[in-house]
Structures are given as structure tokens and as C-alpha cells.
């Protein structure tokens, strides 16, 4: 979008209705409202004149849409409140609903968080940061003894969740609860009863490790423990030196033991692996199952899948700021796509494996990536006819994995 | 409202800062007391004007010393009381609120079960007192070396109220500092307005010093109401309505950035 030929805001008459926003040679482009005599509203982006990128419609039916829009239909992740309350939340291409990607009826009876004891509540919750990105919508909820593992690249707004969970920014819209108090007004409350570990290790340099524990227990009011003394151990964490000369993966102990040292019932953890050696990062996988049987309730963030599987029961996707999924692991493994290069033998076995019907991806001399979800049977067979010569696991990001739900646009 | 374990810590990793201060304000308290010379005054002034005039009347010493406590009021309590106690309130206040919100140790601080208003209460506490005991200890020690180098010489009651204003003078300029770390997640912008408008308010009343051409400045810097040599002299017209006003800026500031902190996004 040229910058010097936008005109400022303006109320222009448009496709029966009235539009009032930006515009660009009279007509709507970037962000407007619009309104139709049968009093359909939209209020969202718009692209050469039709509603494109995010949005709101709101129906004269009562119901509404909230989510992506293109050519001035529905398309891409979005979520419809119908006028009697229903959620669909799914994916739609061209205004028809294609599939809820939410992974289970929201709206039955027999959905799990209506049995369970909800822990941490995320309702409705909506965070813009100025840049326009931040949360939106987020919907789920973590019962008492769960570990829920929330997935999603750097920048989808994992951080931006777990701030309004902490009480550190307030909801613009919803609310988040956390052991039936409210995260925004009672927070100080929530604490003593909550293990945080923040997503970026800013300690007090100055002060050694053991001062910051001391200081923090002390604040939480609680008497040093024994269980300080046996976290510190179990992570090999020395805690004598200053923070400031400690590397990344002591001062993420560090700030495990923070997290662990008081024993809470619930625990927020941003990316708790990210520094840790594999060796911590078993060790780390051992204290959340644990934890787990101890009737703990768990949420944390990662962005690693393999870790998620390994420690979660359910997971959320998250993906530029919407929920794209809420599912068990299990399922999720199973339609995770994997990755293999595969060493191939001659320019013939190439040929053999794409007419078995296999998805491939980049060759490079004899080497080709093979995509498999679940389908490693026809995955077997068709190798078996080849003369294989090396299988290597490709490494993935998480948009690659999960490629249905982010869509076709990322690669 | 305070949390103790907090303010020891505060305390514990800001002391050596309140050492150095105390240090340079003391330096230059003995400094400017041994230059004193009661029997030739007059000499001292002479020697006063052969500086730059402009330069000398910026820097506050372009009064006339009769005495002891007129000679510390024009030389000591006119530029070097505003200055360091000034950087001092500068720093602290951007250690104290700025700086753990800015690298994000405020996290920290907040996943205790302690609420917002009283971790920030903890840090405005630490803060005010901590300014306050600079200058009372500053006073307790002046009075000491001065009585020890001119016995019976100082005015001791007039040097009380002195640093009686001085100390609600500084407080005021120390709760803008506080009040600015308070109310930004970025400790430049924290640090642009809680260190520009002291440092601002201290240039302008440089310039009002040197002549009646800048009379009008002294509306646009807290300091024009702070003349030590009036206030020792007895000639300061309204000195309890000056007090008050300092106090309540203050009192308002002080609260205005607890209050806001308690209330605002933080990007932690």
C-alpha cells in the first residue's frame, strides 16, 4: 500500500451501505466500518474495496464472525457465534465452514471442561498490542491435574497470554482465572498458590544465586525448604556465583528452582526447557510428570512439539494470535507430519517412491525429503522397493509439522 | 504496605551509591568550610570576583557573604546541594523502578504473593528515606565539622531550617524522578523525562541566577524557590508555604506513580 496516495479517514457510500474508514482512490482500503442498510456491520481490514485480512461481522441475526476475511468472504481461521450462543470455530474457505479445527465440540454436553475441575480458565480473551498483533478469542481452559502444553512459534503470542494469566496486562476483552480468582484484580492472591517461570531470565545481576532464592522466598513469606535443597541438586545448580557471570542454561535452572521451590498447585511455565542441556531437559521432562501425578496442574508454553508429547495430555496451537487447535497429543501425533530424507540408491528409486503415492519435497542429488503423517506403512512399503542407502529425520518447525493448521501460506 | 525482605534487598544492593554520594556532598562540604577564613572575609569575596561574573552569578555565588552560615548558604547550598543530591534521586529512581521493568526482573517481584502498590510502595519508601538520610546525615556531619574547625562561629538553628528545605526540596525533585520511572515499560523514555526535567529545572535556574534578562525563568524550574541565602537571613518571605509545596509535590507524586504502576500493562 502506498503510503502518500492514502487519504485520510472518510465516509464514502459503498456497495448499497455506508463505509467510513481509510481509502485509497475513493475506495476502502486498510481499516474501515461498514454498514448496510439491513444493519450488517463490518468493522476490519479491507483490501481494493472488499473486507480482506481480520475482521468482525456482526449479523442483524445477532450472529457474529470474528476472524480472517478475504475477497470479502470468510476464509482462513475464524470463529462464528451463532445468534443462540453455538461456537464454530474452524477453518473457512470462500464463507462455508470446512472444518472445526478445534478438535471437539465445544457446545456438547459431554465436552471434557464441563466434567472436570478447571484450574486455569481462559475465557474469551483479546490482547492487541499497538502493532495490531497480540491475542485474540483465546478460549480453553486446564483441568486440575493437566498438563497443557501451549504450542506455537515465537511471535504467535504465547508471551502475550501468560502476561494477562499473570496479571502483568489487563484483558481488553475476557477474562482469565486461575483457581476461581480473577488474574487481572486478584493476582497477588493467585501467586502463593503459582509457580511463574518467566520466558526471559532477567535476574538481579548483582545478586548470587542463592541471595535471589533467599530474597524470593522471603518474599512468598515461606521458610527455606528442603525442596530448594533437592531442586538445587537434582539440576546440578550451583548457586553460590553471581547471576551475572552464570550462563543461559544455570540461570534457566535457576529460575526452575524459583518456579518449584514452594510447592505450588499450579504452575505457568514460558518455554522452561530453552537453554537446558538434553540431559536437564529429561530431568526437567521428569519433575512435570511428577508433578503431574502429584495432582498439579501445569500450562506451558514451548515451541517444540517432541517436547510437548512428551510432557502434555492436551495441547493448543496457537498461530498468529488465534487458537487454532485444542487436542489431545495423541491425536496431534498423529497428524503430525514428519519429515525423513531419504538416501536413495539410483534416480529410478525416486521415481518408484513418488509413484507410491508419497508426498516429497526438496531432492538434492540423491537425497529427497519424504513427508509421512501416519501413513508410515505406505511409507515402509515403498521404501522396501529401493535400495535405501540412508534415512535421516529431517528437523521441522512446528509450521512445517502442523502444516494443516497453519495453513497454506507458510511453508 | 511495605514488604521488609524487599527493602533489605533494595537497601542491600543500593548502598554503595548512598556511600559515594555521601562521600562527594561531604568532600564538598569540608572543602568549602575550609576555605571559610572568619577574620577576612572580604578578602575571600575579592577572590570570589576576579571568576567570571556571569559564570560565578550561574553557580548561585554572587551574594555577599556576612558570616559562617551565609558563606555555606551562598557557596555550598546554591549549586553542589542541588546537584548531586539531583543525579543521586536521577539514578536511584530509574534503579529502583525503571531498570526492573525494563530488563524484566519486575516478574520476579511480582509473582510473590505481594501486590503491585506494595512492592512499588516498598521502592518509593526505600527511595524517599534514603534521600532524606543523604541530607541528614550530610547535616549532622557539616554541623560536626564546622563546629570542630569555627567553634561557636556556625548558626546552627538557621543551619537546621536550611537543610530542613533542602531536604523537602529534594524529596519533591526526587519524586519526579520516581514518578517517571513508574509510568514507562522502556527505561530510556523513564530515564528522558525522569532525568530531563530535573536537569532541565537545574540549567533554568542557572540561567534566571545571571541576570534580570532571565527573571521570567523562574516560573518553569522548581528551583527558583529555594534561595538559601534569604532562608538563613531570615528574609524568605512564605518559607512555610514554599515547605508545603515542595511536601505536596511530593506527597502527589510519590502517589500519582504508585497508583499509576498498579494500574498500567506491564510487558514483563
Redesign the interface.
Known sequence: MDKDSKQAKQTINWLGGKYHGETIQGIPHGKGRFLLPNGTKYDGEWVEGKPEGRGIVIYPSGGAYKGNFEAGKKDGFGIYRNPDGRITRGLWEKGDFIKPVAGEDLNSAEHPAKKREEIIIIEDLTFTYKSGKGVFDLDFSVGKGEVFGFLGPNGAGKTTAI?NL?????PEQGRCRINGLDCWSE???I??M?G?L?G?M???D??SGS?FLD??E????RRRNSRRKDLIERFELDPSGRIRRMSKGMKQKLGIV?AFMHDPAVFVLDEPTSGLDPLMQNTFVDLILEEKARGKTILMSSHNFEETYRTCDRAGIIREGFLATVEDVHSLKSSQRKAYLVTLGSKNDLEKLRSAGLETGKVSKNTVEVFVAGNYEQFIAALAQCTVLGLDVATQSLEQIFLKYYGREVV | MINFALLKSTAKSNWVIFVIFFAILLMYMSVMLSMYDPDNIEAMRQMMETMPEGIMDAFGYGGSPTDLITFMAIYYYGFIILMFPMIYCIILANRLVASHVDKGSMAYLLSTPNTRVKVITTQAVYMAFSVTMLLVINTAAGTAVSELMFPGEMDIPAFLLLNLVTILLTLSISSICFFFSCIFNEAKFALAFGAGIPILFFIINMLRNIGDRFEWLQFLTLYSLFNPEDIVTGEQEALVIICLVFAAIALLLYSAGVFIFSRRNLYL
Open positions: 502476561r499473570l496479571g502483568f496486562t489487563r493476582s497477588a492472591k501467586q502463593s503459582l511463574y518467566p526471559e532477567a535476574f538481579f548483582e545478586m541471595q530474597l524470593i522471603q518474599m512468598r513469606g524459583t
